[in-house]
């Protein structure tokens, strides 16, 4: 069977999520899959890849129960503080939905939850990294006056709910018309693509631009990075730092 097909029989069969980590601790990145029987919407099955074994193996592990029908467009997942996140759906006792973020920590390998700010609880969210991963922010898509609203915010002191702040607003008319909020820079500028499919910088001090990209970005994604001095290619018993 060839790893394509595999993967076609895996979908069809179970809801498969990804995360991408790395463990300070052991020196090692990982990555988390997370399998859900489609039929059943059952506790997740979590496996762990490690880099430096390079094998899977089945993890043990308590997960906060969630469901993800219909929010695969928010299940991005975002790796800050050491540990990945996802926006999930999670039920009520009376039956009633809200959103919370679900947490893996890459070096304990536990899951935790967040909750995500009071406003972001029933609107579409995605999960941006800040400042090189080091924060977490959400920013909401809504509608208002028939004009889709971006609202961004930021988790200021990371694990502590009070702290998430709203530093960023506007709707898909201004700056000649927002597509999408891309991330936040370790300088609080915005980084936007544009109607004109360019990828800009906002300042929302002085609401200056800086195009960053040429024109005809359809789709665009941005990520953080840290410099590592992991040996991918080295076989796991002469790794040496």
């Known amino acids: 069977m060839t790893c394509k097909n595999r993967k076609s029989q895996l979908d069809d069969k179970y809801h498969l999520h990804f995360g991408f980590g790395f463990d300070s601790k052991n020196n090692d990145y990982k990555v988390i899959r997370l399998m859900i029987l489609r039929a059943e919407q059952d ?26 029908c219909h929010l695969r467009h928010w299940f991005t997942p975002v790796t800050v503080n050491g540990a990945v996140h996802w926006v999930v759906g999670r039920w009520r006792c009376d039956g009633s939905w809200y959103k919370s973020i679900l947490s893996f920590d890459v070096i304990e390998e536990t899951f935790g939850e967040l909750m995500l700010p009071q406003q972001s609880r029933k609107v579409e969210s995605t ?14 898509h809504f509608m208002k006056r028939s004009r889709r609203v971006f609202s961004v915010w930021v988790m200021k002191k990371y694990g502590i709910i009070e702290s998430w702040t709203e530093v960023f607003q506007c709707d898909s008319e201004c700056y000649g018309g927002v597509l999408d909020i891309l991330a ?21 001090i002085n ?35």
């Open 207 to 241: 609401g200056s631009l800086e195009p960053v990209g040429r024109q005809g970005y359809s789709e665009a994604y941005v990520g953080s990075y840290v410099e590592s001095l992991f040996l991918i290619n080295k076989e796991p018993d002469v790794l040496s730092f």
């Open 127 to 140: 999960l941006l990294a800040v400042e090189g991963g080091h924060s977490l922010s959400v920013v909401n």
């Open 43 to 68: 506790t997740p099955h979590v496996e762990v890849y490690s880099l430096v074994s390079r094998s899977w193996r089945i993890i043990d592990v308590t997960v906060p129960p969630f469901f993800i």
């Open 184 to 204: 936040l820079t370790s300088g609080g500028k915005v980084v936007v693509r544009l109607a004109s499919e360019v990828i800009t910088l906002i300042d929302p």
